[in-house]
């Protein structure tokens, strides 16, 4: 059986997994949750996947590291790092070598927005190559304060049970790291080990669009869909562990 090692997006912590983990443990696979350090401003790429590795036992040879959203810019890192057997992105952004989140999306934001980003490019003919792909965000999401209450839950909760939506709200840390936005991505290349992406198709966050392409064009394999919102270890914690644990 698999060691599932689940790493959280913006906003959220080991927390947000308590649902989906009894999924997978119920199949005999283990579990292994951490909380990144999101409310450290001046926090890398690197430290947080320095904090996924700390957490991982030395012994386990079949790791599958999971990552929402945000994660999907850290868990190649520990793949570099240590062996694992499989890398999950789940409506995760996904690392360019040498390349910001920011970099990879600027061409679809105006120009006074970028002037408020302080937004200055290093290499305008590197990021040609990003202008003809889908845009990254749903637009009705960019711009918008995540930290606001009722903004997590029209993009992030927004199918989530009641009772789940208040419970998330509650536990939710501040994003003080823009690391995964801003950050230059330190991998030289992606690990070679198996790779799945699944794209949420109801996801008010990242384009479903984009993940499709980017899940073909960046990892080479085609998307699993499912039919969810932004965070479907909250909203459907079933079907995301029945997707995680096919092979």
Same mark, same amino acid.
């Given at each position: 059986?698999?060691?599932?090692?689940?790493?959280?997006?913006?906003?959220?912590?080991?927390?947000?997994?308590?649902?989906?983990?009894?999924?997978?443990?119920?199949?005999?696979?283990?579990?292994?949750?951490?909380?990144?350090?999101?409310?450290?401003?001046?926090?890398?790429?690197?430290?947080?996947?320095?904090?996924?590795?700390?957490?991982?036992?030395?012994?386990?040879?079949?790791?599958?590291? @999971?990552?929402?959203?945000?994660?999907?810019?850290?868990?190649?890192?520990?793949?570099?790092?240590?062996?694992?057997?499989?890398?999950?992105?789940?409506?995760?952004?996904?690392?360019?070598?040498?390349?910001?989140?920011?970099?990879?999306?600027?061409?679809?934001?105006?120009?006074?927005?970028?002037?408020?980003?302080?937004?200055?490019? %290093? %290499?305008?003919?590197?990021?040609?190559?990003?202008?003809?792909?889908?845009?990254?965000?749903?637009?009705?999401?960019?711009?918008?304060?995540?930290?606001?209450?009722?903004?997590?839950?029209?993009?992030?909760?927004?199918?989530?049970?009641?009772? @789940?939506?208040?419970?998330?709200?509650?536990?939710?840390?501040?994003?003080?790291?823009?690391?995964?936005?801003?950050?230059?991505?330190?991998?030289?290349?992606?690990?070679?080990?198996?790779?799945?992406?699944?794209?949420?198709? %109801?996801?008010?966050?990242?384009?479903?669009?984009?993940?499709?392409?980017?899940?073909?064009?960046?990892?080479?394999?085609?998307?699993?869909?499912?039919?969810?919102?932004?965070?479907?270890?909250?909203?459907?914690?079933?079907?995301?562990?029945? @997707?995680?644990?096919?092979?």
């Amino acid at each position: 059986m698999s060691l599932f090692c689940l790493v959280h997006g913006a906003f959220q912590g080991s927390w947000c997994w308590d649902l989906l983990i009894p999924y997978l443990e119920a199949q005999g696979h283990k579990t292994v949750a951490m909380d990144l350090p999101i409310e450290n401003t001046s926090a890398t790429l690197s430290q947080f996947a320095d904090a996924v590795i700390q957490v991982l036992p030395k012994t386990d040879d079949d790791i599958v590291l @999971v990552g929402h959203s945000m994660a999907g810019t850290i868990i190649p890192l520990v793949a570099e790092a240590i062996q694992v057997r499989q890398l999950v992105f789940v409506a995760a952004l996904l690392p360019y070598p040498g390349i910001s989140t920011l970099d990879q999306f600027s061409h679809s934001l105006d120009s006074d927005t970028l002037k408020s980003l302080n937004y200055q490019p %290093n %290499n305008l003919s590197q990021l040609e190559q990003f202008h003809s792909e889908p845009g990254m965000f749903e637009p009705a999401s960019l711009g918008k304060d995540f930290s606001d209450t009722g903004v997590l839950m029209d993009f992030f909760l927004n199918d989530c049970q009641p009772d @789940v939506a208040k419970w998330a709200i509650s536990k939710s840390r501040l994003q003080q790291s823009m690391a995964y936005i801003y950050e230059m991505n330190p991998l030289k290349a992606l690990p070679k080990v198996e790779r799945k992406y699944i794209v949420c198709t %109801n996801d008010r966050i990242l384009s479903p669009a984009w993940s499709r392409y980017a899940a073909r064009q960046r990892l080479g394999v085609d998307a699993i869909e499912l039919v969810s919102g932004h965070c479907p270890h909250l909203s459907s914690p079933d079907l995301l562990a029945s @997707v995680l644990t096919i092979d």
